[in-house]
């Protein structure tokens, strides 16, 4: 069992210290493989945060968002999975030094994908929801698939937004160019609240026109293609998420 112990800790040492080095993209692959989908190595490893703590301090941005991006995601994961905040109680001094990382590169990154990895990372750091994956995919990916609220069902709507315009359909859009589409109905930033309100404003701050223009169609309304019925985008991000 030891040998086994010393296995896995050899192969987390040797994955997190091709990580800190910055030059190997194939690591992040790997480490999200092992510590994330398939958990073959233990994400509460005392190595684990610590290490990526330090990689979110460092000079190189690629290397410090892709930290914090998996340590973030991590943590979500480990509370859904244990159902309690262990794993953050026992690791408070870096998760205070990992947020206040991702914080400082937010502000200081200009790429678009970047920012909303950010973004991402710092919801899921402080923890207080757990579909920020599933909102900022979206917006990164530029569309969501999600199904229509009515409580008789209807097909499956995409939620497109970003430079392929900003609509919804039931149809494959990507392969033709005669689909019929719904205008979104974006939110207007006066009304925003709560954390609709808080990103628009961080992105504004931040330089990130786009983004903040984006996240007003995230938190507006989309209509079902098929039953006309208007609903909320993170609404049905969020019971997707549930």
């Known amino acids: 069992m030891t040998r086994a112990d010393d296995a896995d800790t050899g192969r987390l040492t040797t994955l997190l210290d091709r990580a800190a080095m910055g030059r190997d993209s194939q690591v992040w692959s790997d480490l999200w493989t092992e510590l994330y989908h398939n958990g073959s190595l233990d994400v509460s490893h005392p190595l684990v945060l610590p290490a990526l703590m330090n990689m979110a301090e460092g000079d190189d941005a690629d290397t410090a ?16 999975r244990y159902e309690n905040r262990k794993l953050r109680d026992q690791h408070t001094p870096e998760l205070v030094r990992l947020l206040a990382a991702a914080n400082r590169w937010r502000r200081a990154t200009a790429d678009r994908k970047d920012y909303f990895h950010l973004l991402e ?44 315009g900003f609509f919804s359909t039931s149809e494959d859009y990507a ?47 989309a209509t079902c293609p098929q039953c006309e019925r208007r609903f909320s985008v993170v609404g049905q991000v969020i019971a997707r998420s549930s």
């Open 65 to 80: 968002t892709a930290a914090l991006h998996l340590a973030g995601a991590l943590l979500v994961q480990a509370d859904q």
């Open 121 to 164: 990372a710092v919801l899921n750091l402080e923890g207080e929801i757990h579909w920020a994956e599933d909102l900022i995919w979206g917006l990164v990916s530029e569309e969501y698939e999600l199904e229509c609220p009515d409580p008789d069902g209807c097909a499956a709507v995409w939620v497109v937004i970003g430079e392929r």
């Open 175 to 221: 392969l033709s160019d005669d689909v019929e589409t719904f205008p979104l109905h974006p939110a207007t930033p006066g009304a925003l609240d709560g954390l609709g309100r808080r990103l628009y404003e961080l992105a504004l701050t931040d330089g990130q026109d786009d983004v903040a223009h984006a996240l007003t169609y995230a938190f507006g309304d």
